[in-house]
């Protein structure tokens, strides 16, 4: 059974840079069938996509977020990180990785396998 | 980009109900759309897939239709287990948009 599980800090200071990462267990990230991504939820509020990134480090990121985000992968480790820089009040929420299909998966572009979420606050 | 409403953004009713849910995009997008179900402080889950087909192990209860910028996604007999709330979510082209969530709790 395929498991996603991020970890990082839970309090980042701002203007500084959020870090975290996700370990997959039970599957290969090497997968031409299947992308990685991040998606957050601020408490109390809605989903929201931040990136996507393939085995072969194609990336895409949300245009609202482009400036501040770099999504990249180890294969090696079979993880994929997420930083975010100059992080304000406004990026504190849950943050999420999980496994994105493709147009040749059962799930087309779908996310069909989530971590539990790492809570990120920033504030000083 | 292509923006996506729901509608209601909530609503209450009784086990046993039909509950239907709307999801519209700003632009039309095929049948690239799916529908997640996230329970109270649980994980979003995949509920359905190119608008109509039902990801593996959810109940027949669960139903989707649209196509373009107008989908649905119907619950037809409404269960306690059911209280959650639930996004949709384009993806004929990054960026993959969710909509803004519908709760849905029991009367």
């Known amino acids: 059974q395929l498991q996603l599980q991020e970890s990082g800090p839970g309090l980042v200071r701002p203007s500084e840079t959020l870090s975290l990462t996700c370990t997959v267990s039970?599957?290969?990230?090497?997968?031409?069938?299947?992308?990685w991504a991040w998606i957050r939820q601020p408490p109390g509020k809605g989903l929201e996509w931040i990136g996507t990134?393939?085995?072969?480090?194609?990336?895409y990121y949300n245009p609202s977020l482009q400036s501040r985000v770099t999504i990249s992968v180890d294969m090696s480790k079979n993880q994929f990180s997420l930083n975010l820089s100059s992080v304000t009040a406004a990026d504190t929420a849950i943050y999420f990785c999980?496994?994105?299909?493709?147009?040749?998966?059962?799930?087309?572009?779908?996310?069909?396998?989530w971590g539990q979420g790492n809570l990120v606050t920033v504030s000083s | 980009d292509i923006q996506m409403t729901q509608s209601p953004s909530s609503l209450s009713a009784s086990v046993g109900d039909r509950v239907t849910i709307t999801c519209r995009a700003s632009?039309?997008?095929?049948?690239?759309l799916g529908w997640y179900q996230q329970k109270p402080g649980k994980v979003p889950k995949l509920l359905i897939y190119?608008?109509?087909t039902l990801q593996s192990g959810v109940p027949s209860r669960f139903s989707g239709s649209g196509s373009g910028t107008d989908f649905t996604l119907t619950i037809s007999s409404l269960q306690p287990e059911d209280v959650a709330t639930y996004y949709c979510?384009?993806?004929?082209?990054?960026?993959?948009?969710f909509g803004p969530g519908t709760k849905v709790d029991i009367k």
């Open positions: 999980a496994r994105q299909g493709t147009w040749t998966a059962t799930v087309d572009w779908c996310f069909d396998y």
């Open positions: 039970g599957g290969s990230i090497s997968s031409v069938i299947y992308d």
């Open positions: 990134i393939s085995y072969t480090g194609d990336t």
């Open positions: 632009q039309g997008i095929s049948n690239y």
């Open positions: 190119g608008a109509s």
């Open positions: 979510q384009k993806y004929n082209l990054a960026p993959f948009t």
